[in-house]
């Protein structure tokens, strides 16, 4: 182990965020389940949620979402956007996620120059 007085800084660590799951939005209905889901409700305003196995079970059988994913070291960050293709969120400068933007245009510039 290395003695660098620089701490390893990089994309925030997940790992312990909460379902936001909570009956009447008060702290003391708080599901205090870890999240394992994260939650499009709608794309326009960006309205999204985390939440547990189990709640994520309740919201597929009661509600209708845009769109949902299992939770990512890249999930509720600032700036992230959510990635429909990939199943997660991510930032643009994602390799993986660009390539499939980078396939999807390059299919387009080929029926532009069959035509
Ligand atoms: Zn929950
Ligand atoms: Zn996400």
Known sequence: MTDSPFAPLGRYDTRGQKCTYSPGDIPANDCQANATWH???NATT??????CD????Q???????VDTHRLSPDCGMPNAAWGFHNK???YLDDTAEAA???GAAHDGHVKETAR
């Open 39 to 41: 939650i499009l409700w």
């Open 59 to 65: 919201a597929r059988a009661r509600f209708v979402f």
């Open 54 to 57: 189990p709640h994520m079970a």
């Open 88 to 90: 997660r969120c991510y």
């Open 100 to 102: 499939v933007i980078a």
């Open 46 to 51: 960006a309205d999204a949620s985390l939440a």
